[in-house]
């Protein structure tokens, strides 16, 4: 597809729960970000990738978060025994690594999110 | 975490109107990014501002980086319905490492008025 997809869109799940949310990158996108968006709120970082590496997982709450991107390219954010406070738009962005021609082309773009609510 | 500053949080005004809305920072960027939500939609980028005291524009939105990098405004001029949604500015500190990621502000809902 042409954008980032990200699946399930919503989700919804009982406490105590384990949760996996899934992010496809824009094709050819070497970065990939994580944010999590509460309402009345913007985006805020979770975790990022180059290829398959974690370059940062310092935005992720606690050690119930974790994200994976084993071959570099589709990444999962689990979260394990989630709780109501869990309950929030998690968002997927990715981006070109570092600059390469026009520089807005280097931006993140965003996918449509996945709405998780724990009850 | 930090966000940037936006206020105030919901705008309305008629259509034809031009609006500003700024965003402050207590910290420096090298990048100002102005992005759009739409409902059920990711934020999609507006306008990137690169460099101290730039003034971009794209089509009706003309976005200025501030001189001392710690702010931004964005301009819509001549607004029309399809301008409704919730703008948000962002920040970034460099290309690579924990620079790149995108610190954002609360957002500003806008409702324009036929």
């Known amino acids: 597809g042409a954008g980032v997809s990200q699946s399930p869109r919503y989700k919804v799940t009982k406490r105590g729960q384990d949760v996996a949310l899934r992010c496809d990158p824009i094709?050819?996108?070497?970065?990939l970000y994580w944010y999590r968006q509460a309402l009345g709120q913007g985006p805020e970082f979770l975790t990022y990738?180059?290829?398959?590496?974690?370059?940062?997982k310092s935005g992720l709450p606690n050690d119930r978060f974790s994200a994976e991107r084993p071959e570099g390219s589709i990444s999962t954010l689990t979260i394990q025994r989630t709780e109501q406070r869990d309950s929030a738009m998690y968002r997927c962005?990715?981006?070109?690594?570092?600059?390469?021609?026009?520089?807005?082309?280097?931006?993140?773009?965003f996918g449509p999110g996945t709405r998780l609510t724990v009850l | 975490g930090q966000q940037l500053n936006q206020s105030p949080q919901s705008m309305f005004i008629q259509e034809g109107e031009d609006v500003s809305m700024n965003c402050t920072s207590s910290s420096i960027f090298n990048t100002w990014l102005w992005y759009k939500q739409d409902p059920g939609e990711g934020p999609v980028l507006l306008i990137a501002?690169?460099?101290?005291?730039e003034l971009t524009s794209n089509g009706r939105l003309t976005a200025q980086f501030g001189i001392t990098r710690k702010d931004s405004f964005l301009n819509i001029s001549a607004s029309i319905p399809s301008d409704v949604g919730i703008y948000f500015c962002a920040g970034r500190g460099g290309y690579t490492g924990a620079n790149s990621k995108l610190t954002f502000g609360k957002g500003i809902t806008l409702s324009v008025r036929p």
């Open positions: 501002l690169y460099k101290a005291g």
């Open positions: 094709s050819g996108h070497v970065s």
């Open positions: 962005a990715s981006s070109f690594f570092g600059l390469a021609g026009e520089r807005s082309y280097n931006e993140q773009f």
């Open positions: 990738f180059n290829y398959e590496a974690q370059q940062d």
